[in-house]
């Protein structure tokens, strides 16, 4: 626990002038991101006596080990800069809303020649419409079943809609008149945009309009007498209707708002937002977040604020936004919004009448989200403690691990040998430290010497990254206790990051430096897949490393073993133990993890080409080449002047695929495993299959003590 006095500036160092400043901690990260009207006055606050603070303020500057700021001209400038900053550092004790899910967003595709409509989660991406967010979603689907009638617009997806173009036969929509089937002609891409333009302005509230036009023309059939096709448009009528129905009428004025509820505690915030538009409520969500800084709701509502529109420009930003209580000061938030809406909007508490009454409502669902989460994270805080505390306790630690790493390896039959470290804090997943390895320090399969290899990796770069932030304390060398080659930064392979063999990046530490980097941070427990070898390697290559304040321990798949360094026998948990139940989701996430980057590799080393070692080939030239030649064995039979006629491939490059494919090893044929047929040797037809089944011998590694799978 750090003393404030000792990294306090002196009072006359801070300007008197808006800005943003950060707290660091021992390591350089950003632990806090604040702004201030007056920089001098803010930072003041926090030097104080320590039993005046609140807290949660308390534990903050104890922990931090140094303070930075920089100056603005605008509170503004301070708004948008301690914004990029929460988004850019994640800081611990900043307030972050969690989202309870992701929430789905009926989209429309306008940036593709023709526009697709369907569900979307995530991201919001660029010349996309998206309406919502929707509680689930098949609200959404509803929707669109309805108005595909009167909007027939492609909800396909790009294989589909290929596939048809190509066979010149439309979907089951297309035969039914819910998708007015572009893919085969029957209207042109403008007719198709125009239909998809009317569907979007539908959803966006702009249907009075719409329904009365489709009334007069309803009338102006039966008048002629088409009866058919009045009969036609009163079926779409009654389907806008009822579609319009799943979206009452909460503001009569067709009023565009977002509405912000807040119910907090003094741990804990929920928020619920409404958004309304053209008068009917288009979508809700909601936030909760832990109170880890001290905050008055109208923090809480600014934070809300960025949160929801720090990304989005233009209309997504409505007119009025209402709130339970007003940000202070309120000017910079207001002329936030009014900049990255392009027009002026209002925020304000409502006093009356229907704003009020609905304000009212999404207060409501707000205490309720609360209370919900509540009653799950009770349970979750106390679980997840008890499990520390078991772990901590079977192992002798001193104290409870709150950052856990899980290394794992895999391969197949010694192919592809990949190895992954996931890390859990405070027993949750923290994904973004998540880092993956190749192992190319020797081949073939060796699961305990790979793990040697990926913990000497792994800890090489935490010492590189501790002397470079200068924790060193005098005297100490980072090769002590460290083979040569390992002082001297060799490193076989790659790590995540692709860092060629013998080499060690280059990391710099700037004045503006504190994003989490790729191995700065130690555990208190390191838990590897496997029994006593795989924890001896990685107990070994600590040893080498001069590392002796990290526990080590392995979780043997058997009988669920836990295996300490050093121990003859197993440690044996209760099978009902929450620190075994703990131990377990640890390490069958890092399983999953290897896995996963295990087959990717395996899949892009099958779908390899030797035109892929072409120096300055690219993708549309290799598919050029396969078109004109069918397929690689003919393109290696070819000579250099029909090679040069394949369009956009010169002499000179057509000399370079010959000598490439000359010196390549053809590959060998593949078996259908079904028949027991040794397929023609017409390799690359399709350069990214094999033709048939393949049978695949598979091998599992010692760390899973499973034969026949994956390790």
């Known amino acids: 626990m750090a003393d404030p006095s000792s990294y306090r500036p002196k009072p006359g160092q801070i300007p008197d002038t808006p800005g943003v400043y ?206 058919e096709r009045a009969a036609r448009l009163r079926d779409d009528i009654e389907a806008l209707k009822k579609a319009m129905e799943k979206s009452a009428v909460v503001l009569a004025d067709a009023t565009d708002a977002d509405l912000i509820a807040v119910a907090e505690d003094e741990l804990e915030a929920a928020v619920q937002i409404f958004h309304v538009r053209g008068g009917r409520v288009r979508g809700q969500r909601g936030w909760v977040t832990d109170k880890v800084e001290a905050v008055t709701t109208g923090d809480l509502v600014e934070h809300a604020t960025q949160q929801l529109y720090g990304e989005e420009t233009g209309d997504s930003v409505p007119k009025e936004v209402l709130v339970p209580a007003l940000p202070d000061p309120v000017e910079p938030v207001q002329e936030w919004l009014t900049a990255r809406r392009g027009s002026n909007v209002s925020l304000r508490i409502p006093q009356r009448g229907d704003k009020k009454a609905l304000m009212e409502t999404v207060q409501r669902n707000a205490l309720q989200a609360l209370a919900l989460h509540k009653t799950k994270r009770a349970s979750d805080l106390t679980t997840r403690s008890r499990a520390l505390e078991e772990i901590a306790e079977a192992l002798d630690l001193d104290s409870a691990p709150l950052r856990i790493e899980c290394y794992d390896i895999s391969h197949l039959q010694g192919d592809d040998v990949v190895a992954s470290m996931v890390v859990f804090e405070d027993g949750l997943q923290r994904k973004s430290e998540y880092r993956r390895f190749q192992i190319k320090g020797f081949a073939g399969q060796d699961d305990v010497r790979s793990m040697h290899e990926v913990i000497t990796r792994r800890f090489r770069r935490y010492l590189v990254e501790k002397e470079k932030t200068g924790e060193w304390t005098d005297g100490e060398d980072i090769s002590a206790g460290t083979p040569s080659s390992v002082a001297a930064g060799s490193e076989p392979g790659t790590d995540a990051a692709g860092t060629p063999a013998g080499e060690v990046p280059e990391i710099t530490f700037t004045e503006d430096d504190g994003r989490p980097k790729r191995f700065a941070y130690p555990p208190q427990l390191v838990v590897v897949d496997g029994g006593r070898p795989q924890v001896a390697a990685a107990k070994r290559a600590l040893d080498e490393l001069g590392i002796d304040d990290i526990a080590v321990c392995g979780l043997a798949k058997r009988l669920e073993e836990v295996w300490l360094p050093d121990d003859d026998d197993p440690v044996v948990l209760p099978r009902s133990s929450e620190g075994l139940y703990l131990l377990q989701r640890v390490r069958d996430e890092a399983h999953r993890f290897a896995i996963t980057y295990q087959r990717a590799k395996r899949a892009k080393r099958f779908r390899s080409s030797p035109l892929d070692d072409v120096p300055g080939l690219g993708e549309s030239r290799k598919q050029a080449l396969i078109r004109h030649f069918g397929s690689v064995k003919r393109l290696r039979s070819a000579t250099i002047d029909q090679i040069c006629e394949v369009p956009g491939i010169g002499r000179k490059t057509a000399e370079t695929i010959a000598v490439a494919l000359a010196q390549a090893v053809p590959a060998a044929p593949a078996v259908n495993t079904a028949t027991g047929e040794i397929m023609e040797d017409d390799e690359d037809a399709a350069p990214a299959t094999t033709a048939g089944p393949v049978e695949e011998p598979v091998t599992a590694g010692a760390s899973d003590e499973r034969r026949g799978q994956e390790t």
């Open 22 to 227: 950060k707290f660091r901690d021992e390591h350089r990260r950003v632990i806090y991101v604040g702004k201030a009207k007056s920089l001098r006055q803010r930072l003041a606050s926090y030097f104080q006596d320590l039993a005046n603070l609140h807290p949660r303020t308390r534990t903050m500057v104890t922990t931090a080990a140094s303070v930075e700021w920089t100056v603005v001209s605008t509170e503004v400038e301070a708004l948008q800069l301690e914004y990029s900053w929460i988004k850019e550092y994640d800081p611990r004790f900043n307030v972050k809303y969690r989202d309870d899910k992701s929430y789905p967003y009926l989209a429309v595709t306008m940036n593709e020649e023709f526009p697709r409509v369907q569900v979307m989660r995530g991201h919001k991406k660029k010349g996309v419409r998206y309406f919502g967010p929707y509680g689930h979603a098949w609200a959404i689907r509803d929707t669109v079943d309805l108005l595909l009638r009167v909007f027939p617009v492609r909800t396909c997806s790009a294989g589909v809609f290929k596939n048809a173009a190509r066979t010149g036969r439309p979907c089951l929509l297309g035969y039914i008149g819910k998708c007015s089937a572009p893919c085969v002609g029957r209207v042109s891409p403008e007719e198709h945009r125009a239909l998809a333009e009317e569907f979007c302005d539908f959803m966006a509230g702009r249907t009075g309009t719409y329904i009365r036009r489709q009334e007069q023309q309803m009338a102006e059939a039966a008048e002629e007498m088409e009866y």
